[in-house]
């Protein structure tokens, strides 16, 4: 017969004590010793008690025949309760055929990119994009104008992760550059909002476009055209208005080819001698000059081409209607 004070009877009982689930008192009343020590709370678990006072979760499993080591938190931090069910969490991703600690690292690989990927952040990255996009591309005026249409939102939306910002959240920032008159600005942003989400759904960092229910939200602006003949019986009278136009010559010459090529001023503005093929009839913009980038070629059959003249080597990469052309007497 072996009595209490027995020195096998003590080891047994010891062995009994650590193999038993652990409990919250056990955990406080656990002191550090001059090595790290395990209390054991089952299916893998631990509790690492370190010389420096600290109280460790960690798991023990097998993944494919290698044993490998989760860390689960620190107690108090996580408490027992909490760090049992992460211990069965873990042990179903097992089950699975999964590592753990590989979809922990994953799970803080993911955090960490919505952390970063902020809308300021996106709406940066989706503008340079399209200003690189080839045939696509922003042309430098509708870039900047973009960027500074999108920076407006940025003290209501620009530092939220992207994955959090709720319809709302974009209206009201919309909504505020629409109380200052600024209409089409308002319904534009929304627009360039909604392809900054939509970027970020195609690039894995959101699941849909919050902006998607809010078509109609903003109040559309009056549309105001430009005076327009449209009685064809008038169209004679322009043509002759022009012919009488007494102002500046170059002016004259461009209003006079206007009606024949039917291009945007700003491409008959800035047009080159190199653009014009006498020979051809034919007038190229080139693409980079184009809204769409892609050059666009006009065919000119009327005798206006005629008051082109013939270009000389002297003015062929000259523009035509700069002030260096004003003054040029070969005009």
Not at 123 to 151: N, V
Not at 180 to 200: D, H, I, M, W
Not at 224 to 233: K, N, P
Request: glycine content about 6%; hydrophobic content about 35%; aromatic content about 6%.
């Amino acid at each position: 017969m072996r009595y209490p004070h027995d020195r096998g009877y003590l080891r047994r009982i010891t062995i009994v004590l650590t193999t038993m689930a652990l409990t919250d008192i056990a955990i406080r009343n656990a002191k550090p010793g001059p090595k790290a020590t395990k209390l054991a709370d089952g299916g893998g678990m631990f509790l690492l008690v370190t010389p420096a006072g600290g109280k460790l979760w960690r798991l023990k499993y097998r993944v494919d025949g290698r044993e490998k080591l989760l860390a689960i938190g620190a107690y108090p931090e996580i408490g027992l309760s909490t760090a049992r069910k992460l211990r069965e969490d873990a042990r179903a991703l097992i089950a699975l055929g999964r590592d753990p600690s590989r979809e922990k690292q994953r799970a803080k690989v993911k955090s960490r990119l919505r952390a970063e990927s902020t809308f300021a952040s996106i709406a940066a990255e989706y503008c340079a994009k399209r200003r690189r996009d080839g045939e696509k591309a922003w042309a430098p005026a509708t870039a900047s104008r973009s960027e500074y249409l999108l920076s407006q939102l940025n003290a209501s939306i620009g530092r939220l992760p992207i994955n959090e910002i709720e319809p709302a959240d974009v209206l009201a920032a919309t909504r505020k550059i629409e109380s200052k008159g600024n209409l089409e600005s308002a319904r534009r942003t929304l627009q360039l909002a909604s392809s900054v989400f939509r970027y970020a759904v195609a690039t894995a960092r959101l699941g849909s476009d919050p902006t998607r229910d809010l078509r109609g939200a903003l109040t559309a602006p009056t549309v105001t055209h430009y005076g327009a003949i449209t009685d064809a019986t008038r169209v004679g009278e322009l043509l002759r208005a022009l012919d009488g136009y007494e102002g500046q010559g170059l002016t004259k010459f461009a209003m006079q080819i206007a009606p024949h090529v039917f291009v945007r001023p700003g491409e008959l503005r800035h047009a080159n001698w190199s653009e014009i093929d006498l020979d051809a009839r034919l007038s190229t913009i080139p693409a980079e000059k184009m809204k769409m980038r892609k050059a666009h070629h006009i065919r000119c059959r009327d005798r206006r081409m005629n008051s082109f003249g013939r270009s000389d080597q002297s003015r062929a990469h000259r523009d035509m209607f700069s002030r260096r052309s004003a003054r040029d007497p070969d005009q």
